[in-house]
């Protein structure tokens, strides 16, 4: 269907080349092709056409959002320097093609202080950034500019959840740094998205990291907070929330645990909380363009308790299932509550095995009790030891997944319950999992 795809037949500027004339024509006949469409914004981009590249960049990313050439190519062509070269480190001690070299670092001092972590050269998981942070790089690939407040978190400190995370960045990312482009394509500049998934997993931590992104663009409105906080005036703040982002837009607006709000109204007596909820229908209602620009992201643990008026088309239309954290996120969890404590020789590869299905609450709780029992060996036998493998492998072993009793209840609601298929993706991973 040629005619929903942006024609980007040469521009008024300078002549293109014969190489990408021809590319156009390859484009023209097969226009969902990807690769072809990254080589061609590729040769616009080397040819200085910064705006065309950037056309066919973001054609790309909207049918594969997370491919990692498309992402590079959109950073250049936006201007950003190319994310696809290992980040340079600052001035170290040692340095070898540019980088910090820390297997001759820790060599050095091998003989006197015993490693942090086991070496696993045959590990093939991509080492953690410098700040401890796993996934380096990739996930900002293409920020334009960078809010970085302190204790600030970006998408790269997420560790893993690669799918949640290429959701996002289609969901609001990309139609927030392109809003040109999504008019281009049609794409709708308002909506929301519900994040529902077990307790410990991420859900407010993956928030906060779009906030890192999105800096001023975000508005975050806790609603237990505010609930108490506002008693007889909720809905004329929840009024003001919204005013600010439509003066803000494109702009984020974040409802976390928002079934404290928008619990089934039947079951709310309180009736300044019914007064909020019909509020904020109202708000994501709007009237004519109104909400343009305004993206509602909202979080909970109890997706059924939510009011089905809040989920209708148009409102909290859209679902996001955030899982217990996946091998990359308990590596990047776990290393980094193990951070600073006393350790030797860690093998986390092993401890990310044994810890499948633990949320990040759970992996927090393995290494505190870990850290409890070296202190309480410590204690007893009078000689200071580090935290080793074996501690932290005794206290997972020792706590069940406390995500358990939540699919528990997510499979009677996924099986009984999916109505409109609303909990599709929960199904399918219950399924996957051989949960059902
Ligand atoms: N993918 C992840 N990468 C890094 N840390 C994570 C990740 N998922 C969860 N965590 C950690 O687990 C903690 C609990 O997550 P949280 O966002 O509060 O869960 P939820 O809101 O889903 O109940 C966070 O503070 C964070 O430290
Ligand atoms: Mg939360």
Known sequence: MPDEIPDTSSGPEAAESPLIGSLRAAVAAAPRDVPLRLHLAELLLDAGHGDAAVVEAAFALSHAPGNAQARALMARAMGEPAPAAPVEQPAAPVQQ??????????????????????ARPDAKEAP???????DAGDASAYDVDAPDAPGSVRLADVGGMQEVKDRLEAAF????????LSRLYGKSLRGGLLLYGPPGCGKTFIARAIAGELGANFISVSISDVLDMWVGNSERNMHEVFETARRQAPCVVFLDELDALGAKRSRTQHNGMRNTVNQLLTELDGVGHVNDGVFVLAATNVPWDVDIALRRPGRLDRTLLVLPPDGPARDAILRYHLRDRPIESVDVGRLVKATDGFSGA??????????????????????????????????????????????????????????????????????KARKL
Not at 128 to 134: I, N, R, Y
Not at 173 to 180: A, G, I, K, S
């Open 97 to 118: 093609g540019g980088r910090f070299d820390w297997a001759a670092a820790e060599q050095e001092v091998g003989d006197v202080v015993p490693p942090r972590f086991i």
């Open 128 to 134: 953690l950034a410098a700040d401890g942070s796993g």
């Open 362 to 431: 759970d992996l927090a709780h393995v290494c505190e009790s870990a850290a409890e029992s070296a202190l309480l060996d410590s204690a007893r036998t009078g000689t200071v030891r580090m935290i080793n493998t074996k501690d932290l492998l005794g206290a997972a072993k020792a706590i069940r997944p406390s995500t358990e009793p939540w699919f528990a209840a997510a499979r009677n609601v996924a099986m009984f319950a999916n109505e409109g298929g609303t909990y599709d993706e929960l199904l399918a991973y219950l399924k």
């Open 173 to 180: 990312l990309t139609p927030m740094r392109n809003p040109e």
